[in-house]
């Protein structure tokens, strides 16, 4: 939970800078972000989080890294999906309807991420 937690605090950060600071629309923004924090996550995660099964030697991390690229990735369209409803439906600030995006599609990235990326 503290990997996620601070990779989503981050993400939000990210995302942030990239609309406000950058002038970037937010689902773009949420785009970029997500995916600096999907390879932010992977060395934590692979580090600390999942270390009894840590991928290890190039070939091994490297795959993993793919694995939870598709792991994560796939969850794009479900978090974009919960922001752009929240946003454009709910009037809701882009960076809280982030979060909410983020816990929501925070559970299936971690059931997929630690059964297939570390076998878990």
């Known amino acids: 939970m503290v990997v996620g937690t601070v990779a989503a605090g981050i993400q939000l950060l990210v995302l942030w800078l990239l609309v406000d600071a950058v002038g970037l629309n937010y689902l ?22 999942f270390e009894a ?7 091994e991390y490297y795959a993993g890294l793919v694995k939870t690229n598709l792991v994560r990735g796939s969850a794009i369209p479900l ?12 009037a809701i600030p882009y960076l809280l309807a982030n979060a909410v995006a983020i816990l929501v599609s925070g559970v299936y990235r971690f059931y997929l991420d630690a059964r297939w990326t570390w076998g878990q």
């Open 53 to 59: 099964a840590k991928n290890t030697g190039r070939r």
């Open 79 to 90: 978090q974009l999906g919960v922001l752009f409803v929240l946003v454009e439906f709910g």
């Open 28 to 49: 773009l923004g949420a785009v970029i972000a997500i995916e600096f924090t999907i390879l932010f996550q992977y060395v934590l995660n692979n580090a600390w989080t």
